[in-house]
């Protein structure tokens, strides 16, 4: 299978917006977010679909879900933060972290044509690091 653009960023083969990282897992902003906050949480063994994982990186990458959707709602102060695992786009497991209060927040779709906002993402991903 060819690199995914996950598995580049989890290289630092390409920059991203991290906020956090372990052994297993890292997790970073999505540079097209659904809301400000939207955060994806990878595996750093590319595999291209969730259920397909060994579960020790499974464990991990929900370990890491948990984690971060915590602090999310803790920094953010977002009543809900919204998980997805869609598996389309990218060949390489992934679940999605959304903040929203309400749900048509939650289903909004992605503005995939516009130019990132980095200052933006910077500064998100500045407050929820950890």
């Known amino acids: 299978m060819e690199d ?3 598995t580049k960023i989890v290289r630092g083969d390409i920059p991203a917006h991290k906020i956090y990282e372990d052994e297993r897992t890292l ?12 955060t994806l949480v990878v ?4 595999v291209e679909f969730v259920w397909d994982l060994e579960d020790d990186d499974y464990q991990a990458v929900m370990l890491t879900t948990k984690k971060v ?5 803790s ?22 972290l959304i903040p929203f209060s309400k ?24 407050k929820l690091r950890f």
Do not use: C, N, T, W
């Open 75 to 96: 920094v953010l102060g977002s009543k809900y933060v919204g998980e997805k695992i869609i598996g389309v786009d990218v060949p390489h497991a992934h679940v999605q």
């Open 27 to 38: 997790a970073f902003l999505d540079i097209h977010p659904v809301q400000p906050g939207h």
């Open 69 to 73: 959707a915590r602090r999310i709602r």
């Open 4 to 6: 995914s653009i996950f």
């Open 103 to 126: 749900s048509s927040e939650y289903l909004a779709s992605q503005d995939m044509e516009s130019e990132p906002d980095h200052s933006s993402l910077a500064e998100i991903a500045e």
């Open 43 to 46: 595996p750093k063994k590319q």
